[in-house]
Protein backbone atom coordinates (compact mmCIF):
# COMPACT_ATOMS: atom_id res chain seq x y z
CA UNK A 1 0.00 0.00 0.00
CA UNK A 2 1.14 3.48 -1.10
CA UNK A 3 0.13 6.68 1.16
CA UNK A 4 0.77 9.83 -0.56
CA UNK A 5 0.32 13.44 1.00
CA UNK A 6 0.10 17.22 -0.42
CA UNK A 7 1.19 20.21 0.77
CA UNK A 8 2.17 23.33 -0.83
CA UNK A 9 -1.26 24.87 -1.60
CA UNK A 10 -2.61 27.87 -1.06
CA UNK A 11 -4.04 31.71 -1.91
CA UNK A 12 -1.82 33.67 -4.53
CA UNK A 13 -2.35 35.75 -7.19
CA UNK A 14 -2.51 36.06 -10.56
CA UNK A 15 0.71 35.46 -12.26
CA UNK A 16 2.65 34.45 -8.49
CA UNK A 17 4.35 30.71 -8.49
CA UNK A 18 3.33 27.96 -6.49
CA UNK A 19 5.75 24.70 -5.51
CA UNK A 20 3.27 21.38 -4.61
CA UNK A 21 4.81 18.93 -2.71
CA UNK A 22 3.81 15.21 -3.02
CA UNK A 23 5.86 12.44 -0.43
CA UNK A 24 5.20 8.86 -0.36
CA UNK A 25 5.31 6.16 2.10
CA UNK A 26 4.69 2.95 2.16
CA UNK A 27 5.73 1.08 -1.30
CA UNK A 28 8.66 2.08 -3.49
CA UNK A 29 7.94 5.07 -4.92
CA UNK A 30 10.28 4.39 -7.84
CA UNK A 31 8.33 2.13 -8.97
CA UNK A 32 5.81 4.45 -9.35
CA UNK A 33 4.77 6.57 -12.57
CA UNK A 34 3.08 9.59 -10.90
CA UNK A 35 0.73 12.13 -11.51
CA UNK A 36 -1.00 15.62 -10.99
CA UNK A 37 -4.17 16.18 -11.29
CA UNK A 38 -7.09 19.11 -10.53
CA UNK A 39 -10.88 19.20 -9.80
CA UNK A 40 -12.67 22.29 -9.74
CA UNK A 41 -16.04 22.75 -7.94
CA UNK A 42 -18.86 21.05 -10.07
CA UNK A 43 -16.02 19.77 -12.18
CA UNK A 44 -14.77 16.34 -13.33
CA UNK A 45 -10.95 15.67 -11.73
CA UNK A 46 -8.69 16.62 -15.24
CA UNK A 47 -5.22 15.81 -16.15
CA UNK A 48 -2.19 18.29 -14.88
CA UNK A 49 0.57 16.47 -15.56
CA UNK A 50 2.90 13.19 -14.92
CA UNK A 51 6.12 11.98 -15.11
CA UNK A 52 7.98 8.44 -15.46
CA UNK A 53 9.41 6.36 -12.32
CA UNK A 54 12.59 6.95 -14.11
CA UNK A 55 11.60 11.09 -14.58
CA UNK A 56 13.04 10.48 -18.35
CA UNK A 57 9.73 11.25 -19.49
CA UNK A 58 6.94 13.69 -18.65
CA UNK A 59 3.59 14.84 -20.36
CA UNK A 60 1.35 18.08 -19.45
CA UNK A 61 -2.11 19.13 -20.38
CA UNK A 62 -2.30 21.49 -22.85
CA UNK A 63 -3.57 23.85 -20.61
CA UNK A 64 -0.60 24.08 -17.98
CA UNK A 65 2.26 23.20 -20.63
CA UNK A 66 5.06 26.20 -20.49
CA UNK A 67 3.67 27.35 -16.84
CA UNK A 68 3.83 23.75 -15.17
CA UNK A 69 6.67 21.83 -14.28
CA UNK A 70 6.66 18.33 -12.63
CA UNK A 71 9.61 16.36 -11.33
CA UNK A 72 10.65 13.76 -9.11
CA UNK A 73 13.32 13.02 -6.10
CA UNK A 74 13.29 9.40 -5.76
CA UNK A 75 15.56 9.98 -2.58
CA UNK A 76 12.90 11.62 -1.10
CA UNK A 77 9.84 9.53 -1.77
CA UNK A 78 8.70 12.93 -3.43
CA UNK A 79 6.78 14.51 -6.23
CA UNK A 80 7.09 18.14 -7.32
CA UNK A 81 4.52 20.08 -9.16
CA UNK A 82 6.29 23.93 -9.91
CA UNK A 83 3.08 25.79 -10.97
CA UNK A 84 4.10 29.41 -12.85
CA UNK A 85 2.43 32.49 -14.13
CA UNK A 86 -0.82 31.35 -12.24
CA UNK A 87 -4.54 32.01 -13.72
CA UNK A 88 -7.25 32.25 -11.82
CA UNK A 89 -8.60 28.93 -14.25
CA UNK A 90 -5.71 27.24 -12.09
CA UNK A 91 -7.71 27.24 -8.81
CA UNK A 92 -8.79 23.96 -7.84
CA UNK A 93 -7.70 20.85 -5.44
CA UNK A 94 -4.81 19.46 -6.67
CA UNK A 95 -4.34 15.66 -6.33
CA UNK A 96 -1.19 13.61 -6.26
CA UNK A 97 -1.51 10.04 -7.85
CA UNK A 98 0.89 6.95 -8.55
CA UNK A 99 0.39 4.27 -11.14
CA UNK A 100 1.94 1.28 -10.76
CA UNK A 101 1.61 1.07 -14.79
CA UNK A 102 3.95 -1.18 -15.67
CA UNK A 103 5.16 -1.21 -19.06
CA UNK A 104 2.04 0.74 -20.43
CA UNK A 105 3.29 4.50 -21.29
CA UNK A 106 2.32 7.47 -18.76
CA UNK A 107 -1.56 7.67 -18.33
CA UNK A 108 -3.92 11.22 -18.66
CA UNK A 109 -6.85 8.81 -17.23
CA UNK A 110 -7.52 9.15 -13.50
CA UNK A 111 -9.08 5.42 -13.50
CA UNK A 112 -5.74 3.82 -14.36
CA UNK A 113 -4.03 5.50 -11.13
CA UNK A 114 -3.77 3.08 -7.73
CA UNK A 115 -3.12 5.59 -5.59
CA UNK A 116 -4.29 8.91 -4.50
CA UNK A 117 -4.14 11.36 -1.96
CA UNK A 118 -6.36 13.74 -0.47
CA UNK A 119 -5.48 17.16 -2.08
CA UNK A 120 -4.33 20.61 -1.29
CA UNK A 121 -6.59 24.31 -2.22
CA UNK A 122 -4.39 26.03 -4.87
CA UNK A 123 -6.60 29.14 -5.23
CA UNK A 124 -5.39 32.38 -7.47
CA UNK A 125 -7.41 35.24 -7.46
CA UNK A 126 -7.48 37.89 -10.51
Known amino acids: QVQLAESGGGLVQAGDSLRLSCTASGRTFSSLDMGWFRQAPGKERDFVAT????????NYADSVKGRFTISRDNAKNTVYLQMNSLKPEDTAVYYCAGDLAGPRSLSTKPGEYDYWGQGTQVTVSS
Open 51 to 58: IRRTAMTS
